[in-house]
């Protein structure tokens, strides 16, 4: 948002206003301004934000149309321009996140077992699906030694182009 | 979260989760990571999956203004042929014989077939006809192998398909009480993978395993002559229990452009004209609908508010050879009989005047004034024809936008006292002027209608019906036409193809409408999966879903989204490249000091303005364009990094710009021009090539230009030109990229030899 610092609010307000339109359009099959509320997750986390499942929850409670599974932009736009003003859900620090992942490497090995991450994965927190889990495995683990360095992992996710 | 370092416990094999009598930090904290990195990893597949999207809708956007650029380039063909037969002088050529073949005697006897000797040196199937088991058999065995099949037999295929076709019906009705179950097919699009490998899982044709195949076999893949040869063999061993529907891509026009007639050209040097013919005539023949039970309807395309299945029975269907081909009485939609009739008698003319003023108009007009031209003139046509039309709110027609202003046809200057009459018009050819004889009387245009809105319709989410002008023809129908026309045959379900999706399948209109796709991989590796449906009697379908991989390792989604959005972007930049001009009059009109920056939105209001492409463009812009420190976007780095290989030497942006946009228009074109495919042209059919298409396109180029083009082309001593080098050269060079069927079909492409 480096365009932002040199403009006034208003411009301001405009450009965020229009970065939730972009990314809530490439969701908008339909072309009339309705979501699905499956989607939502995605298009918070697409701007740059890092919610965590009670928080989504939490969001879309506030916008959904009674559970229609839709959500229409008129309500989604002013809750999520509170949220990117406010910066409600900011990112997590990449040194946060290697603490977290020294937790769960509880001998200190500098990596993590797949069933290790797996147990956590699943069985913690808010926990992924097989699918998710899949998913995780196959993108994170070393192809060699199929474990996951979690350090080279924060690193190579990390990268984030835009926004 | 105080603790930086985790702590070691006393043994290596317990883990304290949920003990609570141990007092370290565990349960709580160790919740507290996995809930940070659940977040984390989400977040990232999350983007992950925007990046996807986006993807997904350049190629989409791309794909479908291609088509329109088509529907240009047909009227273009349409006003050729209508008006001319010839086009250098030398007889009739490859252009009248493709695209308006008199009925050959050939063809419609076993002679032409029989006559051509197959050699001793021949090592592929030999087909017996009647076909049998193992001469499919052979053919699978044949094609998996990369053979060929002898002209010979692709000719005598044919020509049985044909002869067989004939006799169908527009619609065919199939029953599931003889049989386990149906299964239904959607585009395959030359992926002879895909075909194979639905043919693995699911069983070969037979009696217990009936098939339906929902068009679209032809274009964009390397093997469409393969996938419609094992098709129509199937179909003539089990003609009760194989069908084929026709797709908007079983068209020569469209053949044309995406790839089928050069695909046939290339493996038939010699034959590639009949076949060619038979291939129109037997794409024309195919049935348009199938029907299941009397309750699922399965079309390429859609629906339209027009459509009737009682009226659609009835036409005679092999008459719309091509959808693109506009009716020929919509010429009176071009004003040519209109003006000539209603306009005085006496035309003010002089030789010199209808070349030189239509060069000298083309001049003052850009592409985006010539693009609202054409918007005006396809609601002039609907408008002037809304009465010979029956009262539809949707209006399918494919007018010619451009053939209007292009040609100034001036009637045969008669007496003043006599009534005026037409016997022929004065059309103006490159330098000079042509007697042609009026068109034929028109063909009937609500019967066309039925026909391309069965073949190029999209279900949309609104209600209504409305022209596709994405697609640039058939229409966009809603829920409410869906319903209404279900209930009005009785039936429960429309299954049909035509649109690439992610999962080889997708519901629509409240589950009353199936898509259903059967290539898989269509835009780049790991792009979508293809798909089939399986109906039994009691009419519920299933979904088998595969996709063809080239590696046996499972690509994680970053793989592919990569791989895509790498594909995506390529073509993006093309596209920029390609309206370079264009846009930077669109970017200098916001920067009016010259500073080389505009900010973020304008930069996108540029861009979605001249490429007219529905995308989210500041969420692609960093892939597209620099920023500078302030936050404002360097326009001019939208057209780096092109790669190696463009040179521009004596020739202006302009000329290299408009090779570079048409450059699968100019192959087609001069592909025609070369009738003996030898890859070469003379200098003098080359300019003129260049003049007609200039001429249709209203670019406006003056002779020393191309003469120069020409000279700085490396030709042979005697006069030709290599256009394969020439293309070369004023193309973007990629790295070789196999995957991509529209590039490596360019790339990959040898001399003819």
Redesign the interface.
Known sequence: M?????QSAETKLS?VH??IK??F???D????NTVDVREI??????LG?????ADLHDFIAEVEEDHSGYIHLDRFLPAMTKVLLEHKFPP?PKD??L??????????KGYLEPEELTK??TQ?????TQE?ME??L??LADHERNVIYYKDVINQ?AID??M | ?G???????ET?GK??ERDEAVQTPGPA???????????????????L??RR??TW?IFQSIEYAGEQDQLQLSSFFSFMLDNFTQLNGNGPDLISQLLDPVVDPWLDREICYSLILVPESYSGPRLSFPLSVSDTNALLAAFKEQQTLHARYVLQLLYETKKLLKQMPNIIHLSTSYTKEITICGDLHGRLDDLLLIFYKNGLPSAETPYVFNGDFVDRGKKSVEVVILLFAYLLLYPDNMHLNRGNHEDYIMNLRYGFTKEVMQKYKTHGQEILQLFQDVFSLLPVATVIDGKILIVHGGISDQTNLDFLSSIERHKVKSALRFPKRSLEQLDIGQSCRLTKRLRLTDGSRPSSSRSHSKNQRTQNQRKRRCGLSRQDSVASTSSSLSSSSSSSSLCSPRTPSCISPRPCPSSPSIPYSINVLQVPFLDSLTSVPLPSPPQNEQEWKQIVDVLWSDP???EGCSPNTFRGGGCYFGPDVTQRLLLQHGLQLLIRSHECKQEGYELCHGGQVITIFSASNYYEEGSNRGAYIKVGRELVPRFYQYQVSRTTR?L???QRVRAAEGSALRALKEKLFAHRSELMCGFQEYDQNYTGRV???EWALVLEAVLRLDL????L???LAR?AP???VEYQSCFEDMGPGIPLPQVTSNLAETLFRYRTDIEIIFNIIDKDHSGLISIEEFRHTWRLFSAHLGVAIDDSAIDDLARSIDFNKDGSIDFTEFLEAFRVVHKLDSKDPHLSEKMSRKKYS
Not at chain 1, 99 to 108: G, M, R, T, Y
Request: overall charge neutral; charged content about 25%; hydrophobic content about 35%.
């Open positions: 480096a365009e932002s610092n040199n450009d229009k970065r972009a990314a359009e490439t969701f099959n339909a072309a009339n997750g995605t298009i918070i986390y697409s934000c890092f919610p965590s499942q997590i946060l996140l603490q977290a992942f020294e937790v769960l490497d509880k001998d200190n956590y994965m913690e927190g808010e926990p992924f998710e998913e995780m196959t993108g996710l182009p835009d | 979260m603790c930086g370092t985790s702590v070691a416990t290596q883990r304290v904290l160790t919740m507290k990571a996995a809930v940070l990195i659940q977040r984390w990893y989400r977040r990232y597949m999350a983007r999956e925007m999207r986006y809708n949309k989410i609104q499972k994680t989604l970053t900010s973020v939105s989210p463009w500041r969420t812009r960093p892939h920023l302030d936050g404002s």
